[in-house]
């Protein structure tokens, strides 16, 4: 019979050195739909930060278009923002009179596909939410195995005493393996609905067509937006957090 202790140090090796692998190569699916393209960041604190976006797995930069000088004096050229500081996300907004010309055409492309999405495109969606089930399924059994594995076997106090460090390897790999299937929205995809926005102690709407979604940001565009209520309404694609926006009704 196999050594269980050295099996199941083996499996924790192995699927640390995946979760790894993974979690270095993801980028959020709703974040990089805005990659490379000139981006207003709006804060829960009020601030505003434009810039190109660059977007990688542990977080963001906004490139500036010039130089600008702080407060204090210095040069500063990007703006960076940590994946652990995500929570201050208020808004990602794509205004459409700032991008280039080949973005215009690139976006409106992106519109016509996505707005009642044709029957390629629907099916290819439903693979990849039988891949999430299936990821899904996998992690319970992962879960279910480990927990007998504490209980079963020689290796359960190792198991026992690296609790933190399994439940991050395994966190890492839930989280960077992208979408959470989402019943309730994904029916929804392509189609006209209203986001509901928290901003502070107000709610706003915004109506617009539901791109897609991740664990942590929803997509909508062509939605007629704003940053602060004495600005002008300008046709824009918005990426929120989940945690501030909701996707209410069908608008359609």
Known sequence: MPDTFAVTIIFIVLSTLIAAFVSKRSRDKCLKDFGDDLITLEETSGKTVWGKLRVENTGLELNYPDKHKDKEGHDETSYILYKN?????????????????????????????????????????????????????????????????????????????????????????????????????ERHIGHRVVLELNKGDKIFEYPGVLKDYTAEFVEVMDVNYRVKEDQSVRKADLVVLRKYGVIRHLGE
């Open 85 to 185: 500081e995500y929570a201050n996300i208020q808004a990602l907004v794509r205004y459409h009179d700032k991008l280039s010309e080949r973005g215009k055409k690139e976006r409106g492309k992106e519109l016509k596909r996505t707005y009642h999405p044709n029957f390629l495109r629907k099916f290819k969606r439903k693979i990849q939410n039988v891949f999430k089930t299936v990821r899904d399924s996998v992690m319970e059994v992962v879960n279910l195995l480990i927990s007998q594995a504490k209980k079963a076997t020689p290796a359960g106090a190792v198991l026992t005493t690296q609790d933190k460090q399994v439940s991050r390897m395994k966190q890492e790999l839930m989280g960077s393996a992208g979408t959470s299937f989402e019943p309730l929205l």
